[in-house]
Nanobody, 121 residues
Framework: QVQLVESGGGLVQAGDSLRLSCAAS????????MGWYRQAPGKERELVTA???????VYAESVKGRFTISRDNAKNTLYLQMNSLKPEDTAVYYC???????????????WGKGTQVTVSS
């Protein structure tokens, strides 16, 4: 079991920066990948970016060059640095963790409760 808690959301102006954090606890040794998803009003949840335990990353085309995913394994914390924010980035951002990379770990997906990011023009 993994518990995830997001923080760092807020109201900012277009062009500003914001850093989101996701603190993981529980069976963190079982995590093989973590990512950030977002859901805007009236839209489906979409992948923003993800990172594997080995360090490979993927980004949605809409955020490439502006957002950066990173991690601090010692602190069991995932980060999302968001620069040059646009109004279309407004959404609830969710942290996700996937487990099951090791033989002693069950496979599963875990989600945080989300943090609101609002970008005004």
């Amino acid at each position: 079991q993994v518990q995830l808690v997001e923080s760092g959301g807020g109201l900012v102006q277009a062009g500003d920066s914001l850093r989101l954090s996701c603190a993981a606890s529980g069976d963190t040794v079982c995590i093989s990948a973590m990512g950030w998803y977002r859901q805007a009003p009236g839209k489906e949840r979409e992948l923003v970016t993800a990172i594997t335990r080995g360090g490979s990353t993927v980004y949605a085309e809409s955020v490439k060059g502006r957002f950066t995913i990173s991690r601090d394994n010692a602190k069991n914390t995932l980060y999302l640095q968001m620069n040059s924010l646009k109004p279309e980035d407004t959404a609830v951002y969710y942290c996700n963790a996937h487990t099951g990379d090791s033989s002693w770990c069950d496979e599963g997906d875990y989600w945080g409760k989300g943090t609101q990011v609002t970008v005004s023009s």
